[in-house]
């Protein structure tokens, strides 16, 4: 089945500590994007790429970090410097086809906590 | 700028009971418009969405919204809920910007439904 892939599902984080949000889609998607949720709040995003080797800040980058090696993976760091990293990560994927691109396929998230 | 407002935060309803979530957005050129549900604990699924067209769309699981520009609203509604509707629910705007970057997300409305 065509999707997307977020592992783990749930993440601690200690003091200090860069941690690793994995993604993988197989929807043969050339867009990808990374959304931090808040209870109460909308979704924000963090970064998007649409295109392999290419990335794009989103509204809250700071303390975060991407890449895209591969057009199937997007894996998100959460670095030591964001200092109130506790939220649900999202993952979504989108075509590029003008008829179809702002519809989003999400992932089924990760849960970062601070230990 | 643009922006979404979802007035209710928290909806109860009963099962087979009508249903409509309110959706009110600030966009500055024609909007393109979306309804996506969350179950918890998962990603987002897309509900429906307005381009172009006709002002009702209709969606997957029953559900319609219907498109009002003289009101900047983009209203969801069911006619009769299912338990399995149980949910948070986010409405969305963006444009035709050829990317879901400019996604902009409601706060969401989180659907209880009691049997």
């Known amino acids: 089945d065509g999707g997307i892939t977020q592992s783990p599902k749930y993440l601690f984080r200690k003091e200090g500590q860069n941690v690793t949000l994995s993604c993988e889609q197989n929807?043969?998607?050339?867009?990808m994007y990374w959304y931090r949720q808040d209870p109460g709040q909308g979704l924000r995003l963090i970064y998007y790429s649409q295109i392999v080797n290419d990335f794009q800040k989103g509204d809250i980058a700071e303390g975060y970090s991407v890449s895209r090696e591969k057009k199937e993976s997007f894996p998100l760091t959460v670095t030591s410097a964001q200092k109130n990293p506790t939220a649900f990560y999202l993952c979504a994927s989108s075509s590029l086809d003008p008829a179809t691109n702002e519809k989003l396929f999400f992932g089924s998230g990760t849960q970062l906590s601070v230990l | 700028a643009q922006s979404v407002t979802q007035p209710d935060i928290h909806i109860t309803v009963s099962e087979g009971a009508s249903l409509e979530l309110r959706c009110n957005y600030s966009y500055g050129a024609t909007p393109y418009l979306f309804w996506y549900v969350q179950s918890p604990g998962q990603g987002l699924q897309l509900l429906l969405k307005?381009?172009?067209?006709?002002?009702l769309v209709q969606g997957i699981k029953g559900f319609e919204a219907e498109f009002k520009r003289s009101q900047s609203s983009f209203n969801l509604r069911k006619p009769s809920v299912h338990w399995s509707d149980a949910a948070e629910y986010f409405c969305?705007?963006?444009?035709?910007?050829?990317?879901?970057?400019?996604?902009?997300f409601g706060t969401g409305t989180r659907l209880q439904v009691t049997l």
């Open positions: 307005y381009f172009s067209g006709d002002t």
């Open positions: 929807l043969n998607h050339d867009a």
């Open positions: 969305a705007v963006g444009g035709n910007t050829g990317t879901a970057s400019k996604l902009t």
